[in-house]
Protein backbone atom coordinates (compact mmCIF):
# COMPACT_ATOMS: atom_id res chain seq x y z
CA UNK A 1 0.00 0.00 0.00
CA UNK A 2 1.62 3.51 -0.82
CA UNK A 3 2.41 6.29 1.24
CA UNK A 4 -1.05 8.38 1.71
CA UNK A 5 -0.48 11.65 -0.05
CA UNK A 6 -0.54 14.97 1.97
CA UNK A 7 -3.71 16.87 1.79
CA UNK A 8 -3.98 20.07 0.35
CA UNK A 9 -3.94 22.84 3.31
CA UNK A 10 -2.48 20.65 6.03
CA UNK A 11 0.14 21.95 8.42
CA UNK A 12 3.60 20.98 7.95
CA UNK A 13 6.82 21.57 10.47
CA UNK A 14 8.93 22.61 8.23
CA UNK A 15 12.95 22.33 9.34
CA UNK A 16 16.70 22.59 7.67
CA UNK A 17 16.61 18.88 8.79
CA UNK A 18 13.71 17.99 6.57
CA UNK A 19 13.50 15.96 3.45
CA UNK A 20 12.59 16.39 -0.17
CA UNK A 21 8.73 16.52 0.32
CA UNK A 22 9.21 19.10 3.28
CA UNK A 23 8.33 16.66 6.13
CA UNK A 24 10.85 16.33 9.17
CA UNK A 25 11.93 12.10 9.55
CA UNK A 26 9.76 12.01 12.29
CA UNK A 27 6.63 12.68 9.92
CA UNK A 28 8.16 10.70 7.23
CA UNK A 29 8.60 7.62 9.40
CA UNK A 30 5.00 8.36 10.68
CA UNK A 31 3.66 8.06 7.43
CA UNK A 32 5.06 4.79 6.53
CA UNK A 33 3.80 3.23 10.11
CA UNK A 34 0.53 4.54 9.00
CA UNK A 35 0.62 2.92 5.74
CA UNK A 36 2.24 -0.29 6.96
CA UNK A 37 -1.04 -0.39 9.50
CA UNK A 38 -3.28 -0.25 7.18
CA UNK A 39 -1.30 -3.11 4.96
CA UNK A 40 -1.41 -5.00 8.17
CA UNK A 41 -4.89 -4.78 8.85
CA UNK A 42 -5.89 -5.71 5.21
CA UNK A 43 -3.21 -8.60 5.88
CA UNK A 44 -5.47 -9.51 8.99
CA UNK A 45 -8.47 -9.44 7.41
CA UNK A 46 -7.89 -11.40 4.41
CA UNK A 47 -6.61 -14.11 6.83
CA UNK A 48 -9.73 -14.55 8.73
CA UNK A 49 -8.35 -12.78 11.95
CA UNK A 50 -11.93 -12.00 13.90
CA UNK A 51 -13.09 -8.43 13.23
CA UNK A 52 -12.39 -7.05 16.98
CA UNK A 53 -8.80 -8.53 17.09
CA UNK A 54 -8.53 -6.63 14.56
CA UNK A 55 -9.54 -3.08 15.58
CA UNK A 56 -7.10 -3.99 18.65
CA UNK A 57 -4.34 -4.41 16.64
CA UNK A 58 -5.32 -0.97 14.76
CA UNK A 59 -5.48 0.47 18.20
CA UNK A 60 -1.99 -0.75 19.45
CA UNK A 61 -0.22 0.05 15.64
CA UNK A 62 -1.72 3.34 16.31
CA UNK A 63 -0.52 3.84 19.29
CA UNK A 64 2.91 3.03 18.53
CA UNK A 65 2.40 5.92 15.98
CA UNK A 66 1.12 8.79 18.46
CA UNK A 67 3.61 7.82 21.31
CA UNK A 68 6.42 7.77 18.96
CA UNK A 69 5.48 11.69 17.75
CA UNK A 70 4.70 12.42 21.61
CA UNK A 71 8.85 11.25 23.04
CA UNK A 72 9.56 13.40 19.78
CA UNK A 73 7.44 16.64 20.85
CA UNK A 74 8.55 16.37 24.23
CA UNK A 75 12.12 15.84 24.13
CA UNK A 76 12.21 19.07 21.26
CA UNK A 77 10.98 21.14 23.25
CA UNK A 78 12.46 20.27 26.28
CA UNK A 79 16.30 20.41 24.43
CA UNK A 80 14.89 24.00 23.04
CA UNK A 81 14.35 25.19 26.75
CA UNK A 82 10.88 26.34 25.63
CA UNK A 83 8.84 24.85 28.82
CA UNK A 84 9.78 25.26 32.54
CA UNK A 85 11.94 22.76 33.92
CA UNK A 86 9.55 19.34 34.85
CA UNK A 87 6.46 21.25 33.65
CA UNK A 88 6.31 18.75 30.50
CA UNK A 89 6.32 15.67 32.97
CA UNK A 90 2.82 17.19 34.74
CA UNK A 91 1.37 16.75 31.35
CA UNK A 92 -1.05 13.55 30.56
CA UNK A 93 -2.09 12.35 27.14
CA UNK A 94 -5.50 10.57 27.28
CA UNK A 95 -6.83 8.31 24.76
CA UNK A 96 -10.65 7.89 24.21
CA UNK A 97 -13.28 7.50 22.42
CA UNK A 98 -13.18 4.32 20.18
CA UNK A 99 -9.49 4.84 20.78
CA UNK A 100 -9.70 4.61 23.66
CA UNK A 101 -11.69 1.19 23.66
CA UNK A 102 -9.18 -0.07 20.86
CA UNK A 103 -11.87 -0.30 18.56
CA UNK A 104 -9.90 0.95 15.44
CA UNK A 105 -10.79 1.34 12.13
CA UNK A 106 -8.19 1.91 9.56
CA UNK A 107 -9.31 5.17 8.86
CA UNK A 108 -11.25 6.07 12.66
CA UNK A 109 -10.31 9.19 13.94
CA UNK A 110 -8.19 9.45 16.41
CA UNK A 111 -9.62 11.42 19.89
CA UNK A 112 -7.15 13.11 22.22
CA UNK A 113 -7.31 14.96 25.07
CA UNK A 114 -3.79 16.68 26.49
CA UNK A 115 -5.10 16.74 31.00
CA UNK A 116 -2.52 19.96 32.61
CA UNK A 117 -3.09 21.63 35.44
CA UNK A 118 -4.25 24.84 35.89
CA UNK A 119 -1.36 26.54 36.56
CA UNK A 120 1.09 25.28 33.68
CA UNK A 121 -1.23 27.63 31.42
CA UNK A 122 -0.20 30.75 33.57
CA UNK A 123 3.21 29.72 33.84
CA UNK A 124 4.44 29.12 30.87
CA UNK A 125 3.58 27.92 27.05
CA UNK A 126 3.94 24.49 27.41
CA UNK A 127 0.97 23.36 26.87
CA UNK A 128 0.27 25.35 23.74
CA UNK A 129 3.71 24.19 22.38
CA UNK A 130 2.58 20.50 22.69
CA UNK A 131 -0.74 20.86 21.86
CA UNK A 132 0.45 22.26 18.44
CA UNK A 133 2.84 20.54 17.64
CA UNK A 134 1.34 16.89 18.42
CA UNK A 135 -1.85 18.15 16.18
CA UNK A 136 -0.05 19.05 13.65
CA UNK A 137 2.77 16.32 13.42
CA UNK A 138 -0.11 13.49 13.68
CA UNK A 139 -2.21 15.75 10.65
CA UNK A 140 1.00 15.77 8.41
CA UNK A 141 1.62 12.07 8.93
CA UNK A 142 -2.41 10.83 7.98
CA UNK A 143 -4.28 10.98 10.39
CA UNK A 144 -7.99 12.31 11.11
CA UNK A 145 -7.14 13.80 15.10
CA UNK A 146 -9.98 14.90 17.67
CA UNK A 147 -8.02 16.76 20.10
CA UNK A 148 -8.46 18.45 23.07
CA UNK A 149 -6.79 20.33 25.76
CA UNK A 150 -8.32 20.71 29.35
CA UNK A 151 -7.89 20.46 32.98
CA UNK A 152 -9.21 17.49 34.96
CA UNK A 153 -12.18 19.70 36.44
CA UNK A 154 -13.02 21.44 33.03
CA UNK A 155 -13.62 17.83 31.74
CA UNK A 156 -15.69 17.06 34.29
CA UNK A 157 -17.75 19.81 34.17
CA UNK A 158 -18.25 19.41 30.23
CA UNK A 159 -19.28 15.46 30.96
CA UNK A 160 -21.83 16.74 33.66
CA UNK A 161 -23.36 19.20 31.01
CA UNK A 162 -23.07 17.18 27.90
CA UNK A 163 -23.87 12.70 27.96
CA UNK A 164 -21.66 12.83 24.66
CA UNK A 165 -18.60 13.81 26.24
CA UNK A 166 -19.48 11.76 29.36
CA UNK A 167 -19.73 8.57 27.10
CA UNK A 168 -16.88 9.28 24.80
CA UNK A 169 -14.54 9.81 28.19
CA UNK A 170 -15.72 7.15 30.37
CA UNK A 171 -13.79 4.49 28.56
CA UNK A 172 -10.31 6.81 28.54
CA UNK A 173 -7.19 5.15 28.17
CA UNK A 174 -4.17 6.97 29.94
CA UNK A 175 -1.20 6.65 27.05
CA UNK A 176 1.72 8.99 28.26
CA UNK A 177 2.22 11.03 31.68
CA UNK A 178 2.21 10.77 35.40
CA UNK A 179 -0.20 7.61 37.13
CA UNK A 180 -0.79 7.41 40.41
CA UNK A 181 -3.01 8.10 43.46
CA UNK A 182 -4.43 11.66 42.78
CA UNK A 183 -2.38 12.49 39.74
CA UNK A 184 -4.92 13.50 36.50
CA UNK A 185 -5.81 10.73 35.13
CA UNK A 186 -6.83 8.68 38.62
CA UNK A 187 -8.78 11.96 39.42
CA UNK A 188 -10.48 12.16 35.88
CA UNK A 189 -11.42 8.32 36.28
CA UNK A 190 -12.74 8.94 39.81
CA UNK A 191 -15.13 12.11 38.94
CA UNK A 192 -16.66 10.25 36.21
CA UNK A 193 -17.33 7.40 38.19
CA UNK A 194 -18.63 9.57 41.21
CA UNK A 195 -21.12 11.65 38.57
CA UNK A 196 -22.66 7.94 38.09
CA UNK A 197 -22.94 7.20 41.61
CA UNK A 198 -24.62 10.39 42.39
CA UNK A 199 -27.14 10.48 39.82
CA UNK A 200 -27.69 6.97 37.61
CA UNK A 201 -31.18 7.06 37.02
CA UNK A 202 -30.91 10.70 35.07
CA UNK A 203 -27.48 9.92 33.87
CA UNK A 204 -29.25 7.15 31.75
CA UNK A 205 -31.72 9.16 31.19
CA UNK A 206 -29.98 11.50 29.31
CA UNK A 207 -27.84 8.51 27.76
CA UNK A 208 -30.96 7.18 26.23
CA UNK A 209 -31.85 10.66 24.99
CA UNK A 210 -29.04 11.83 23.17
CA UNK A 211 -29.06 8.14 22.04
CA UNK A 212 -32.29 8.41 20.74
CA UNK A 213 -31.56 11.54 18.82
CA UNK A 214 -28.45 10.34 17.40
CA UNK A 215 -30.15 7.93 15.75
CA UNK A 216 -33.16 9.25 14.47
CA UNK A 217 -30.91 11.20 12.37
CA UNK A 218 -29.58 8.14 10.75
CA UNK A 219 -32.51 6.33 9.68
CA UNK A 220 -34.62 5.37 13.23
CA UNK A 221 -34.66 1.79 12.21
CA UNK A 222 -33.04 -1.38 11.97
CA UNK A 223 -34.72 -1.81 8.69
CA UNK A 224 -33.34 1.11 6.79
CA UNK A 225 -31.93 -0.52 3.23
CA UNK A 226 -28.61 2.01 3.54
CA UNK A 227 -28.33 1.76 7.04
CA UNK A 228 -25.05 3.57 8.56
CA UNK A 229 -22.96 0.65 10.39
CA UNK A 230 -21.99 3.19 13.60
CA UNK A 231 -24.90 5.23 13.97
CA UNK A 232 -27.64 3.76 12.66
CA UNK A 233 -30.20 1.66 15.26
CA UNK A 234 -28.26 -1.82 15.66
CA UNK A 235 -25.16 -0.85 14.67
CA UNK A 236 -21.92 -0.31 16.55
CA UNK A 237 -22.91 2.79 18.62
CA UNK A 238 -25.70 0.42 20.28
CA UNK A 239 -23.08 -1.78 21.30
CA UNK A 240 -20.88 0.83 23.17
CA UNK A 241 -23.87 2.35 24.44
CA UNK A 242 -25.10 -0.94 26.07
CA UNK A 243 -21.79 -0.89 27.62
CA UNK A 244 -22.15 3.05 29.05
CA UNK A 245 -25.54 1.87 30.52
CA UNK A 246 -23.27 -1.06 32.38
CA UNK A 247 -20.92 1.70 33.16
CA UNK A 248 -23.68 4.04 35.07
CA UNK A 249 -25.91 1.08 36.25
CA UNK A 250 -22.44 -1.10 37.80
CA UNK A 251 -19.21 0.95 37.62
CA UNK A 252 -18.22 -1.62 34.69
CA UNK A 253 -18.43 -1.72 31.31
CA UNK A 254 -16.62 -5.50 31.21
CA UNK A 255 -19.35 -7.82 29.43
CA UNK A 256 -18.63 -10.62 31.74
CA UNK A 257 -19.30 -8.74 34.85
CA UNK A 258 -22.62 -7.39 32.91
CA UNK A 259 -23.33 -10.59 32.83
CA UNK A 260 -22.14 -11.54 36.90
CA UNK A 261 -24.50 -8.37 37.48
CA UNK A 262 -27.53 -9.94 36.04
CA UNK A 263 -27.72 -6.94 33.34
CA UNK A 264 -27.00 -8.67 30.61
CA UNK A 265 -27.90 -12.98 30.42
CA UNK A 266 -24.94 -15.33 28.76
CA UNK A 267 -27.45 -15.36 25.61
CA UNK A 268 -27.02 -11.46 25.04
CA UNK A 269 -23.46 -11.40 25.25
CA UNK A 270 -22.86 -13.92 23.36
CA UNK A 271 -25.33 -12.36 20.08
CA UNK A 272 -24.00 -8.92 21.41
CA UNK A 273 -20.17 -10.40 20.30
CA UNK A 274 -21.24 -12.16 17.60
CA UNK A 275 -22.44 -8.78 16.28
CA UNK A 276 -19.89 -6.69 17.19
CA UNK A 277 -17.63 -9.26 14.86
CA UNK A 278 -20.02 -8.76 12.16
CA UNK A 279 -20.44 -4.83 12.48
CA UNK A 280 -16.85 -4.51 12.68
CA UNK A 281 -15.99 -6.70 9.81
CA UNK A 282 -18.12 -4.46 7.62
CA UNK A 283 -16.48 -1.30 8.68
CA UNK A 284 -12.89 -2.40 8.21
CA UNK A 285 -14.08 -4.05 4.88
CA UNK A 286 -15.88 -0.54 4.23
CA UNK A 287 -13.17 1.49 5.29
CA UNK A 288 -10.21 -0.65 3.33
CA UNK A 289 -12.32 -0.89 0.07
CA UNK A 290 -12.53 3.53 0.23
CA UNK A 291 -9.12 4.74 1.23
CA UNK A 292 -11.32 6.68 4.00
CA UNK A 293 -13.39 6.27 6.68
CA UNK A 294 -16.61 5.19 5.31
CA UNK A 295 -19.56 4.09 7.40
CA UNK A 296 -22.79 4.24 4.85
CA UNK A 297 -23.67 0.68 3.84
CA UNK A 298 -24.68 1.70 0.51
CA UNK A 299 -26.32 -0.24 -2.52
CA UNK A 300 -23.24 -0.23 -4.09
CA UNK A 301 -21.26 -1.46 -1.39
CA UNK A 302 -23.78 -4.14 -0.33
CA UNK A 303 -23.41 -5.42 -3.99
CA UNK A 304 -19.64 -5.43 -3.52
CA UNK A 305 -19.50 -6.94 -0.05
CA UNK A 306 -21.95 -9.41 -1.54
CA UNK A 307 -19.64 -10.84 -4.24
CA UNK A 308 -16.32 -10.22 -2.41
CA UNK A 309 -17.50 -13.07 0.06
CA UNK A 310 -18.42 -15.61 -2.66
CA UNK A 311 -22.13 -15.55 -1.55
CA UNK A 312 -24.83 -17.54 -3.87
CA UNK A 313 -28.37 -16.73 -4.82
CA UNK A 314 -30.83 -18.60 -3.23
CA UNK A 315 -34.48 -19.48 -5.27
CA UNK A 316 -36.26 -16.04 -5.41
CA UNK A 317 -33.30 -14.14 -3.18
CA UNK A 318 -29.92 -12.07 -4.84
CA UNK A 319 -26.79 -12.49 -3.13
CA UNK A 320 -27.15 -9.02 -2.22
CA UNK A 321 -30.43 -10.08 -0.38
CA UNK A 322 -28.81 -12.86 1.49
CA UNK A 323 -26.01 -10.95 2.63
CA UNK A 324 -28.19 -7.83 4.07
CA UNK A 325 -30.43 -10.26 5.34
CA UNK A 326 -27.42 -11.70 8.04
CA UNK A 327 -26.95 -7.95 8.70
CA UNK A 328 -30.02 -7.08 9.42
CA UNK A 329 -30.27 -10.27 11.75
CA UNK A 330 -27.38 -9.10 13.65
CA UNK A 331 -28.54 -5.38 14.13
CA UNK A 332 -32.18 -6.72 15.32
CA UNK A 333 -30.86 -8.92 18.39
CA UNK A 334 -28.45 -5.75 19.32
CA UNK A 335 -31.60 -3.27 19.28
CA UNK A 336 -33.37 -5.97 21.41
CA UNK A 337 -30.89 -6.80 23.94
CA UNK A 338 -30.27 -2.60 24.06
CA UNK A 339 -34.44 -2.54 24.42
CA UNK A 340 -34.37 -5.12 27.16
CA UNK A 341 -31.42 -3.63 28.94
CA UNK A 342 -32.81 0.14 29.06
CA UNK A 343 -36.03 -1.76 30.43
CA UNK A 344 -33.68 -2.96 33.45
CA UNK A 345 -31.87 0.26 33.84
CA UNK A 346 -34.63 2.84 33.90
CA UNK A 347 -37.23 0.41 36.00
CA UNK A 348 -39.83 2.43 37.68
CA UNK A 349 -39.06 3.44 41.58
CA UNK A 350 -41.00 1.21 43.70
CA UNK A 351 -43.16 4.27 44.87
CA UNK A 352 -44.54 4.50 41.04
CA UNK A 353 -45.52 1.02 41.41
CA UNK A 354 -47.57 1.77 44.58
CA UNK A 355 -49.24 4.60 43.08
CA UNK A 356 -50.29 2.45 39.88
CA UNK A 357 -51.36 -0.37 42.90
CA UNK A 358 -53.72 2.06 43.61
CA UNK A 359 -55.37 4.41 41.35
CA UNK A 360 -55.56 1.76 38.32
CA UNK A 361 -58.34 -0.63 37.82
CA UNK A 362 -57.94 -4.59 37.31
CA UNK A 363 -59.30 -6.00 34.13
CA UNK A 364 -60.45 -9.45 33.98
CA UNK A 365 -58.17 -10.32 36.89
CA UNK A 366 -54.77 -10.47 35.28
CA UNK A 367 -54.49 -6.58 34.26
CA UNK A 368 -54.07 -3.08 35.71
CA UNK A 369 -55.40 -0.46 33.78
CA UNK A 370 -53.68 3.31 34.41
CA UNK A 371 -52.73 6.14 35.58
CA UNK A 372 -50.48 5.86 33.21
CA UNK A 373 -49.79 2.37 31.55
CA UNK A 374 -51.49 -1.10 30.99
CA UNK A 375 -49.46 -3.71 33.37
CA UNK A 376 -50.15 -7.50 33.83
CA UNK A 377 -50.34 -8.34 37.79
CA UNK A 378 -46.83 -9.50 39.01
CA UNK A 379 -48.42 -12.93 39.74
CA UNK A 380 -49.80 -13.64 36.22
CA UNK A 381 -46.99 -12.75 34.26
CA UNK A 382 -45.75 -16.12 33.43
CA UNK A 383 -49.44 -17.27 32.54
CA UNK A 384 -50.12 -14.00 30.24
CA UNK A 385 -46.17 -14.89 28.44
CA UNK A 386 -47.56 -18.22 28.08
CA UNK A 387 -50.93 -17.49 26.27
CA UNK A 388 -51.06 -15.22 22.59
CA UNK A 389 -54.40 -15.00 23.56
CA UNK A 390 -53.60 -13.10 26.85
CA UNK A 391 -50.63 -11.25 25.09
CA UNK A 392 -52.58 -9.82 22.74
CA UNK A 393 -55.25 -8.82 24.91
CA UNK A 394 -52.80 -6.97 26.99
CA UNK A 395 -52.11 -4.73 23.47
CA UNK A 396 -55.96 -4.83 23.14
CA UNK A 397 -56.29 -2.61 26.34
CA UNK A 398 -53.17 -0.46 25.32
CA UNK A 399 -54.76 0.71 22.67
CA UNK A 400 -58.41 1.14 24.23
CA UNK A 401 -57.25 3.09 26.55
CA UNK A 402 -54.04 4.70 25.25
CA UNK A 403 -51.38 4.17 27.18
CA UNK A 404 -48.46 2.21 26.75
CA UNK A 405 -48.00 -1.22 27.92
CA UNK A 406 -45.55 -1.51 31.35
CA UNK A 407 -41.44 -1.93 30.59
CA UNK A 408 -41.14 -4.67 33.25
CA UNK A 409 -44.81 -6.60 31.88
CA UNK A 410 -43.31 -6.41 28.71
CA UNK A 411 -40.14 -7.48 29.62
CA UNK A 412 -41.22 -10.10 31.85
CA UNK A 413 -42.76 -11.30 28.50
CA UNK A 414 -40.29 -11.12 26.17
CA UNK A 415 -37.99 -12.72 28.41
CA UNK A 416 -40.69 -15.70 28.71
CA UNK A 417 -41.35 -15.87 25.09
CA UNK A 418 -37.78 -16.52 24.08
CA UNK A 419 -36.57 -18.81 26.40
CA UNK A 420 -39.94 -20.73 26.05
CA UNK A 421 -40.07 -20.27 21.61
CA UNK A 422 -43.48 -18.80 21.79
CA UNK A 423 -46.57 -19.17 23.44
CA UNK A 424 -49.21 -20.95 21.75
CA UNK A 425 -49.25 -23.79 19.13
CA UNK A 426 -49.94 -22.15 15.46
CA UNK A 427 -52.24 -24.46 14.07
CA UNK A 428 -54.23 -23.43 11.11
CA UNK A 429 -57.05 -22.12 11.31
CA UNK A 430 -56.28 -20.09 14.37
CA UNK A 431 -57.99 -20.86 18.02
CA UNK A 432 -60.59 -18.39 18.05
CA UNK A 433 -59.30 -16.44 20.63
CA UNK A 434 -56.38 -15.58 18.98
CA UNK A 435 -58.00 -14.87 16.00
CA UNK A 436 -60.99 -12.72 17.71
CA UNK A 437 -57.75 -10.70 20.08
CA UNK A 438 -55.68 -10.56 16.93
CA UNK A 439 -58.66 -8.99 14.75
CA UNK A 440 -59.55 -6.26 17.82
CA UNK A 441 -56.19 -4.48 17.38
CA UNK A 442 -57.38 -3.47 13.92
CA UNK A 443 -60.65 -2.20 15.39
CA UNK A 444 -58.91 0.73 17.29
CA UNK A 445 -55.60 1.45 15.10
CA UNK A 446 -55.04 4.76 16.88
CA UNK A 447 -51.82 2.44 18.37
CA UNK A 448 -51.88 -0.78 15.67
CA UNK A 449 -48.17 0.27 14.74
CA UNK A 450 -47.18 -0.07 17.88
CA UNK A 451 -48.77 -3.44 18.64
CA UNK A 452 -47.54 -4.73 15.50
CA UNK A 453 -44.16 -3.70 16.21
CA UNK A 454 -44.09 -5.30 19.77
CA UNK A 455 -45.29 -8.69 18.31
CA UNK A 456 -43.47 -8.71 15.39
CA UNK A 457 -39.80 -7.75 17.51
CA UNK A 458 -40.24 -10.41 20.15
CA UNK A 459 -41.48 -13.31 16.96
CA UNK A 460 -45.43 -13.49 17.76
CA UNK A 461 -46.59 -12.03 14.55
CA UNK A 462 -45.29 -14.55 12.99
CA UNK A 463 -47.10 -17.64 14.99
CA UNK A 464 -50.07 -15.75 13.76
CA UNK A 465 -49.33 -14.86 10.08
CA UNK A 466 -46.34 -17.42 9.29
CA UNK A 467 -45.38 -15.76 6.46
CA UNK A 468 -43.65 -12.69 8.10
CA UNK A 469 -41.28 -15.04 8.80
CA UNK A 470 -40.20 -14.97 5.11
CA UNK A 471 -40.79 -11.15 4.93
CA UNK A 472 -38.10 -10.23 7.89
CA UNK A 473 -35.21 -8.08 7.43
CA UNK A 474 -35.83 -8.96 3.73
CA UNK A 475 -33.78 -6.63 1.58
CA UNK A 476 -36.07 -5.20 -1.46
CA UNK A 477 -33.53 -3.89 -3.60
CA UNK A 478 -35.05 -1.17 -5.92
CA UNK A 479 -35.25 2.47 -5.93
CA UNK A 480 -38.86 2.52 -4.77
CA UNK A 481 -38.29 1.35 -1.56
CA UNK A 482 -36.30 2.74 1.83
CA UNK A 483 -37.03 -0.69 4.00
CA UNK A 484 -37.07 -3.92 4.32
CA UNK A 485 -40.20 -5.91 3.52
CA UNK A 486 -40.92 -6.35 7.63
CA UNK A 487 -40.65 -2.53 8.06
CA UNK A 488 -42.41 -1.19 5.10
CA UNK A 489 -45.62 -3.14 5.44
CA UNK A 490 -45.57 -1.87 9.38
CA UNK A 491 -44.89 1.36 8.25
CA UNK A 492 -47.32 1.23 5.64
CA UNK A 493 -50.31 0.48 8.40
CA UNK A 494 -49.12 3.31 10.13
CA UNK A 495 -49.08 5.68 6.91
CA UNK A 496 -52.69 4.43 7.11
CA UNK A 497 -53.45 5.35 10.25
CA UNK A 498 -51.76 8.56 10.29
CA UNK A 499 -54.89 9.87 7.84
CA UNK A 500 -57.35 9.45 10.17
CA UNK A 501 -55.36 12.10 12.57
CA UNK A 502 -54.73 14.50 9.83
CA UNK A 503 -56.65 16.83 7.90
CA UNK A 504 -57.88 17.60 4.27
CA UNK A 505 -59.32 15.03 1.91
CA UNK A 506 -57.26 12.10 2.31
CA UNK A 507 -58.58 12.28 6.15
CA UNK A 508 -61.57 12.52 5.16
CA UNK A 509 -61.74 9.37 2.80
CA UNK A 510 -60.18 7.66 5.46
CA UNK A 511 -63.69 8.20 8.07
CA UNK A 512 -65.69 6.95 4.96
CA UNK A 513 -64.14 3.99 4.50
CA UNK A 514 -66.11 0.74 5.80
CA UNK A 515 -64.61 -2.26 7.36
CA UNK A 516 -61.31 -0.37 7.41
CA UNK A 517 -59.75 -3.48 9.32
CA UNK A 518 -59.33 -5.25 6.59
CA UNK A 519 -58.03 -2.48 4.33
CA UNK A 520 -55.31 -2.50 7.14
CA UNK A 521 -54.81 -6.19 7.33
CA UNK A 522 -54.36 -5.95 3.57
CA UNK A 523 -51.75 -3.16 3.79
CA UNK A 524 -50.04 -5.30 6.62
CA UNK A 525 -49.68 -8.43 4.40
CA UNK A 526 -49.69 -6.61 0.63
CA UNK A 527 -45.53 -7.38 0.35
CA UNK A 528 -45.63 -11.01 1.95
CA UNK A 529 -45.54 -12.33 -1.65
CA UNK A 530 -41.65 -10.81 -2.30
CA UNK A 531 -38.36 -12.82 -2.11
CA UNK A 532 -39.64 -15.63 -4.50
CA UNK A 533 -39.05 -16.64 -8.41
CA UNK A 534 -42.90 -15.80 -9.36
CA UNK A 535 -44.74 -12.47 -9.64
CA UNK A 536 -44.87 -11.27 -6.06
CA UNK A 537 -48.68 -10.00 -6.02
CA UNK A 538 -49.76 -13.39 -7.37
CA UNK A 539 -47.83 -15.03 -4.73
CA UNK A 540 -49.32 -12.48 -2.39
CA UNK A 541 -52.71 -13.52 -3.50
CA UNK A 542 -52.49 -17.12 -2.46
CA UNK A 543 -50.78 -15.76 0.73
CA UNK A 544 -54.24 -13.36 1.36
CA UNK A 545 -56.57 -16.58 0.93
CA UNK A 546 -54.52 -18.79 3.22
CA UNK A 547 -53.93 -16.11 6.22
CA UNK A 548 -57.85 -15.21 5.38
CA UNK A 549 -58.23 -19.28 6.37
CA UNK A 550 -56.30 -18.85 9.02
CA UNK A 551 -58.02 -15.47 10.69
CA UNK A 552 -60.99 -17.29 10.24
CA UNK A 553 -62.57 -14.57 7.92
CA UNK A 554 -65.81 -14.70 6.45
CA UNK A 555 -65.87 -16.00 2.76
CA UNK A 556 -66.75 -12.10 1.84
CA UNK A 557 -63.78 -10.64 3.79
CA UNK A 558 -61.77 -13.26 2.28
CA UNK A 559 -62.28 -12.49 -1.32
CA UNK A 560 -61.80 -8.57 -0.69
CA UNK A 561 -58.39 -8.81 1.54
CA UNK A 562 -57.04 -11.35 -1.56
CA UNK A 563 -58.49 -8.60 -4.48
CA UNK A 564 -56.86 -5.97 -2.30
CA UNK A 565 -53.71 -7.79 -2.11
CA UNK A 566 -53.03 -9.53 -5.58
CA UNK A 567 -54.45 -6.05 -6.93
CA UNK A 568 -52.56 -3.06 -4.65
CA UNK A 569 -49.74 -2.25 -7.44
CA UNK A 570 -52.50 -0.54 -9.50
CA UNK A 571 -52.56 2.17 -7.05
CA UNK A 572 -48.61 2.67 -8.17
CA UNK A 573 -49.64 2.83 -11.43
CA UNK A 574 -51.98 5.33 -11.22
CA UNK A 575 -49.65 7.11 -9.31
CA UNK A 576 -47.03 7.49 -11.14
CA UNK A 577 -49.01 7.62 -14.68
CA UNK A 578 -51.98 9.41 -13.76
CA UNK A 579 -51.32 11.65 -10.57
Not at 449 to 462: A, F, K, Q, T, V
Request: a neutral charge; hydrophobic letters at 45%; aromatic letters at 6%.
Amino acid sequence: MSVPPARTGELRWESNTGGADGFRPLVIRGRASLAALRERVAAERAAGTPPRSIARIASDLTDRIVLDVWTAVIDDLRAAAEAKRGSLEQLVLVAHGGYGRRCQAPYSDVDLMLLHSPSLVSADTSVAAVARRLLQDLFDIGLEVGQSVRTVSEAIRLARSDATVYTTLIEARLLAGPFGPDEPFDRLTRDLAGIARRGPQRLVARLCEARAEEASRYGASTALLEPNVKRSPGGLRDLQFIHWLGYVAHGTADAAALVSAGMLSPRDAAVLAAAADHLHGVRIDLHLAAGRSADDLTRQEQQRLAEERGIAPAPGLLPVEIFMREYFRHTREVVRVVETVKARTLRRPQRSSWVTGILGHRVDNRYLVGPTTVAVLPAHRGEVAGSLAAVLRLLELSQTYRWPVDDDSWDAIRVAVGAAGGADAVDSPLPVDVCRGFLALFDRPERLGSSLRRLHDIGLLERIIPEFSHARDLLQFNNYHKYTVDEHSIRAVEAAVAHGASKGWMADLWRHVGRRHLLLLALLIHDLGKGYEEDHSEVGRRIAESIAVRLRLPRDEAGILAFLVHKHLVMAHLAFRRD
